[in-house]
């Protein structure tokens, strides 16, 4: 019997057919997490890595309020510390928001009023187009995507972009995470069946200890038709906080307004 030969038109439309192999995405020195538990804890040991972040950013905002990007110098701390500053163009103090996720202050420059009262997401609300917590602001700022909590967990694994996905299922309410390794980074979180917003990050930063911080967080509040980002510029990471940022005292001569947790004013407190 004479042996077989193959063209290499053959060859090329077998190798056709066949498609081209898998990328192997990098898992990192564990390898690939072996059930939707395992990548969970992957993710959220990567977000614990990152308890500080200290620097300047700008803020941009499409809300039906307006439009717009600000200077920022922002710190936030683990787990609800919260300082921003919205700068103008010499670098001057617009508006001051603190919190320490209990109570918050607020100095309005335009009014000529410090607020202060408890961190309701009502009063956050006074300085941000969104209404959240201040711990939630807080893990946003820092790279984290909050999760709702679990009744069972799936995972699986995209091949197109090269990302592991875990669904967190609570009840009817269905959260995805999209997850870069080696990093265990969220890049994407998306809920069903819940009015909750998007969140999607980008630029992801590693540094020389390994530590990993999206550098761009974006949030997208379809029901308020309002889009929030964040992009970090200048920062320092995990710097031991001077707690003297998150105090509550307003600047020499302007009057304290005290408001409730619904955010209704009272007369103007004595200094």
């Known amino acids: 019997m004479l042996p077989q030969r193959f063209s290499p038109l053959l060859i090329s439309v077998a190798l056709i057919l066949t498609g081209c192999p898998r990328r192997i995405a990098d898992f990192g020195k564990d390898g ?3 059930s939707a538990q395992e990548l969970l804890q992957r993710i959220n040991f990567a977000e ?5 972040v200290k620097g300047d950013a700008k803020l941009i905002v499409d809300s039906p309020q307006g439009k717009g990007a600000v200077a920022l110098f922002a710190a936030v701390v683990h787990p609800a510390y919260v300082h921003i500053e ?4 010499f670098n001057r103090p617009q508006s001051l928001f603190v919190t320490d996720g209990t109570r918050f202050g607020l100095y309005m420059a335009a009014e000529g009023r410090y607020y202060r009262g408890p961190a309701t997401p009502v009063n956050l609300s006074r300085f941000l187009p969104l209404v959240m917590p201040p711990a939630e602001l807080a893990a946003v700022m820092l790279g ?3 999760r709702i909590p679990a ?3 799936e995972m699986r694994f995209d091949d197109k972009k090269q990302q592991l996905v875990l669904v967190i299922i609570r009840g009817k309410v269905r959260q995805t995470l999209f997850v870069q390794p080696p990093s265990y980074r969220v890049v994407s979180s998306t809920a ?5 917003y998007e969140l999607e990050f980008e630029d992801l930063a590693t540094d020389d200890q390994g530590v ?3 550098k761009h967080a974006s949030l997208d509040a379809r029901s308020a038709k309002t889009k929030v980002e964040l992009v970090w510029k200048d920062v320092a990471i995990n710097e031991a906080p001077d707690l003297t940022l998150f105090e509550f005292e307003p600047p020499d001569d302007i009057p304290v307004v005290e408001v409730d947790a619904n955010g209704a004013p009272s007369e103007p407190a004595p200094k």
């Open 86 to 89: 919205q700068l103008d163009f």
């Open 212 to 214: 990993t911080l999206p």
């Open 192 to 196: 069903e069946n819940l009015n909750a």
């Open 48 to 52: 614990s890595q990152i308890y500080s």
């Open 32 to 34: 690939e997490p072996k």
């Open 151 to 153: 009744d069972s967990l």
């Open 144 to 146: 984290r995507a909050p």
